[in-house]
């Protein structure tokens, strides 16, 4: 079964730094990585997919990177800004299956201040 | 419609009752899913459509939970002699497509609290 792991549960950062956010994965039989943004009482945005073939894709000030073989992903987020400041997930989706169904991290709550 | 649309956007219910929910997906969607999140976790999957076919419930906990999509577009999450455990936020996704790697976008919920 897979599992999905976000590391650290939560972050605080003074705006205008730059981050990293975590993902780790233990089935390598991946067919995409989804990176989404929640804000509180909100539905999720998806924010970058990157498909098993690929190894980045980037989107603004986003970047995320996929590993398979080491189970890992990062989300870098350039120039924080206080509007960052939500829950960020990642999502694993499987070999054989629409991307819909996919195995969600608990994710990483960012704080961005002023 | 610009987005997804679910509602209620709260239901209080009271143990033993049933509840329906439901979920509007942007206009010409084909797939639809509904996931179950609960506080401070991320979402996990209950079951998914193909225009008016479930074609995956793998998901669903019990058989207490019931999901339909009669015409292919709006969608009805049903649970019947709901139980504390079922507290929890309940989300709707659609894609375009069936393909592997469509975009999914939410809806923003519906809080369900069982007292």
């Known amino acids: 079964k897979q599992e999905v792991t976000q590391i650290p549960a939560a972050l605080s950062v003074p705006e205008g730094e730059n981050l990293v956010l975590n993902c780790s994965f233990t089935?390598?039989?991946?067919?995409?990585l989804q990176w989404f943004r929640q804000d509180p009482g909100k539905g999720l945005t998806s924010l970058l997919l990157?498909?098993?073939?690929?190894r980045e894709q980037t989107s603004g000030r986003l970047n995320a990177s996929l590993d398979k073989s080491s189970g890992r992903s990062t989300l870098y987020i350039a120039a924080s800004q206080p509007g960052d400041s939500a829950t960020y997930l990642c999502?694993?989706?499987?070999?054989?299956?629409?991307?819909?169904?996919?195995?969600f991290g608990d994710g990483t709550t960012l704080t961005v201040k002023p | 419609g610009a987005g997804v649309s679910q509602s209620p956007r709260y239901k209080v219910a009271k143990r033993g009752q049933d509840v329906a929910l439901r979920c509007d997906p942007i206009?010409?969607?084909?797939?639809l899913f509904w996931y179950q999140q609960a506080l401070g976790q991320g979402p996990e999957f209950l079951t998914y459509?193909?225009?008016?076919?479930?074609?995956?419930k793998s998901g669903l906990p019990s058989d207490r939970f019931f999901a339909e999509r009669p015409e292919g577009s709006v969608s009805t999450l049903k649970i019947q002699r709901t139980q504390q455990e079922d507290s929890a936020v309940y989300l709707c996704?659609?894609?375009?497509?069936?393909?592997?790697?469509?975009?999914?976008?939410f809806g923003s919920g519906t809080q369900l609290s069982v007292l």
């Open positions: 990157i498909q098993s073939s690929q």
């Open positions: 459509f193909q225009n008016e076919a479930q074609l995956d």
């Open positions: 089935d390598s039989a991946i067919y995409n």
């Open positions: 206009s010409g969607h084909v797939s």
């Open positions: 996704a659609s894609s375009l497509d069936a393909r592997p790697n469509e975009k999914l976008f």
């Open positions: 999502a694993v989706g499987r070999g054989d299956t629409n991307a819909g169904k996919s195995t």
